[in-house]
């Protein structure tokens, strides 16, 4: 089973094997071929100036299209078919496997950010021990890039997720496999705005950006059927050229959400998207509209600063973001007094437990009344808790679990108190998972919500300890976060 969850966390670059034999596009075929057998290798990357690939010859190559059908001296460009697919160092293997399969390439040349040579990725090596009973789904994840193909990329995420949930992965394991897919959705649906801006007459992008994702997305926790939660940082530019970069990245956001929304990322309601300017800013601005939330603490601001709080970078520059998040962090965690507005504001403060120990369920929602909204009082309580207690230890980690393991490591959280609320946080994500999956089978929309009865006694047991253990520890950490603070 690891080797089937690693397709989706693995990428070129973790598969890949040293690209034995490069040559250029001029070289003779007969040089060609005398290196393949020198090295025992199977496939040549050709390439042209500056290790920027133009194509591939397999030994498959050499026996159909090269062996007494062309003169010796021919230069290897001339046997050469068609545009060569690359893989880049980054691109996930779980894409790949499924390219491989339907292009039937046995090798796929890994690149790097410039298009240079890194590597050699084979079929095999992608797949590790192989998964027979897996490559027909993997092929729904080898669409095209355009709107359509990655729509199919997500309706294929509910049973992903059942197979995973069938072979016992942690919960929150398959939420980031599910945050990776939606993250490659992201870069794919960037680079199509970018070009398709530059087809329209817009020209290239007048800064380096970065698209970031904040929400569920940005802890890399997101269930089936996310919304958008996105914005832009752009790199400082000069007041003078505000008017055009703004009107580039006003339309490049713009297609962005459109394109996300298409694809089955729906647009969000409350308007957390690049296209909204207050998530559209370049990097000092950030820091303005920051320091304007550390000073006015209003509602709306301490809701728009803990959204914010969440960020994480998915495409374009990185270094953008981690400066951000880095000088957010020392920020956040410096302000004794913010930090004690958030946690007063972070709402729920508690989880859904009422008297006797009795499950809270929707007493107001008329469409969910009686149900448990098992995200908002049961996995949000430890989200927030546990987000605030890092940013007061200056942890710059976004993941629930991940801030966990940095506070056990800096000493702000003991072995027991970790592996209760890691197994509460675990067993309630796994609950509203494996319903979602179900929701979506008997072909309704995923939601947070779970009706009871849905529970076994096992499972409803278990449900309320948990809730018990998250809801002691949780209000201790808030006592200990106000006495720090």
Not at 252 to 281: E, S, T
């Amino acid at each position: 089973m690891a080797g089937y969850s690693e397709l989706f966390l693995r990428t070129a670059k973790d598969a890949m094997r040293p690209a034995v034999v490069v040559c250029d596009r001029t070289t003779p075929c007969e040089k060609v071929i005398a290196r393949l057998a020198e090295t025992g290798s199977n496939c040549a990357v050709i390439t042209r100036g500056g290790g920027r690939v133009v194509g591939q010859l397999s030994g498959r190559d050499v026996a159909h299209r090269v062996a007494f059908r062309v003169a010796p001296e021919t230069p290897v460009s001339e046997v050469l078919t068609g545009p060569v697919r690359v893989a880049r160092h980054d691109e996930r293997l779980y894409r790949l496997v499924g390219v491989m399969r339907v292009t039937r390439a046995q090798y796929l040349p890994v690149v790097d950010d410039a298009g240079r040579v890194i590597g050699l990725l084979s079929r095999a090596d992608a797949l590790g021990a192989g998964l027979p009973r897996y490559l027909e789904r993997l092929d729904r994840f080898a669409q095209s890039a355009t709107v359509s193909g990655l729509r199919a990329i997500r309706q294929a995420q509910s049973d992903l997720a059942g197979d995973l949930l069938a072979d016992r992965l942690d919960a929150p394991e398959i939420q980031a496999l599910l945050s990776g897919i939606n993250e490659d959705i992201y870069r794919q649906l960037t680079a199509n705005a970018v070009e398709g801006l530059a087809l329209d007459g817009w020209g290239r992008p007048p800064a380096a950006f970065a698209v970031m994702v904040m929400g569920s997305g940005g802890r890399r926790e997101s269930f089936l059927g996310p919304d958008q939660d996105n914005g832009l940082i752009i790199a400082d530019y000069p007041d003078a050229e505000h008017t055009a970069v703004d009107a580039y990245f006003a339309e490049f956001a713009a297609r962005l959400n459109r394109d996300l929304d298409q694809v089955g990322i729906p647009y969000c309601q409350g308007h957390v998207m690049a296209r909204n300017p207050l998530w559209r800013k370049s990097h000092s601005q950030w820091l303005a509209q920051l320091d304007y939330w550390m000073r006015s603490r209003r509602p709306q601001v301490l809701l728009n600063a803990s959204v914010l709080l969440d960020f994480r970078v998915v495409c374009g520059d990185v270094a953008l973001g981690q400066s951000l998040r880095r000088l957010m962090v020392e920020r956040v965690g410096g302000s004794p007094g913010f930090m004690r507005a958030l946690m007063l504001a972070d709402s729920p403060k508690e989880v859904g437990l009422g008297w006797f120990d009795r499950l809270v369920t929707e007493s107001d929602d008329s469409i969910h009344q009686g149900e448990i909204n098992l995200k908002r009082h049961g996995i949000m309580p430890i989200v927030e808790a546990v987000r605030l207690y890092a940013l007061a230890h200056g942890v710059e980690a976004t993941a629930t679990r991940e801030r966990m393991r940095r506070l056990h490591e800096l000493g702000a959280l003991n072995t027991n108190d970790l592996d209760a609320l890691t197994h509460a946080h675990g067993f309630m994500c796994h609950l509203l998972l494996a319903h979602q999956v179900q929701e979506v089978a008997a072909g309704r929309a995923p939601r947070p919500h779970l009706p009871p009865e849905t529970l076994t006694r096992r499972e409803h047991d278990q449900l309320v300890r948990s809730m018990k253990t998250s809801q002691g520890l949780l209000r201790r950490l808030r006592k200990t976060l106000v006495g720090d603070i």
